[in-house]
């Protein structure tokens, strides 16, 4: 099995990126939520993926950490109903720590409001997930240019989660106060703190 993959980023889509190793160019789908921590073109990096095998073809699948990649997994085997296209939707609207939190917490409306996913499938994501989250060990990490993690990025899925837990206090709708948490992780880098984070959204 295919776990990870390291070479040349030639190109990226915010569903797909292009990555050379060895003289061949490998198509590898990915969520929103890995392509915002890709490098820039031309940068060597490194992403945790899952192949899927149909009688005709072979799709590659590409995310940032091991624990998105294995969430990823748990969905597709064991959430009737939910397929590879539908997870990727489910993990490019929020991230890991977001997605986590509202299925522990049973929160239905925010994962409904994932493109195409209505409340039926939500419901089985809650039922077919809640005792089996946090086993993947989740964990945020950068893709750095240099083709590994960065290890000192990891305990920002905490932060994330904190943030995004403080403007939900405050009004925010969880998908929205993710979604403005995580573009200001992006613009503050890795190591900003949750109380930077909190202000950059709110003043954003």
């Not at 960065?150 to 899925?157: L, V």
Request: aromatic share 4%; proline share 4%.
């Amino acid at each position: 099995m295919i776990t990870s993959i390291q070479g040349l980023l030639v190109a990226a889509t915010p569903l797909h990126a292009i990555i050379e190793l060895n003289g061949l160019g490998y198509e590898v789908n990915i969520p929103v939520t890995t392509a915002e921590k890709l490098p820039a073109s031309g940068s060597t990096v490194r992403l945790h993926t899952l192949v899927i095998y149909r009688e005709d073809s072979q799709t590659l699948y590409g995310f940032a950490t091991p624990a998105e990649r294995d969430f990823f997994r748990l969905m597709i085997e064991h959430v009737t109903g939910v397929g590879p296209k539908m997870a990727l939707i489910i993990m490019s609207k929020l991230s890991l720590p977001s997605l986590e939190s509202a299925i522990r917490v049973g929160d239905i409306a925010t994962l409904a409001k994932c493109p195409g996913i209505g409340k039926k499938t939500a419901e089985r994501l809650v039922i077919e997930l809640r005792a089996k989250v946090g086993a993947t060990g989740s964990s945020e990490s950068v893709l750095t240019a240099s083709g590994a993690t960065d290890d000192n990025a990891s305990p920002a899925d905490s932060r994330l989660r904190d943030a995004v837990l403080a403007l939900t206090a405050l009004g925010y709708k969880t998908a929205d106060a993710d979604e403005a948490v995580r573009r200001c992780l992006l613009t503050l880098g890795p190591k900003a703190t949750t109380e930077q984070l909190i202000k950059k959204a709110l003043g954003s």
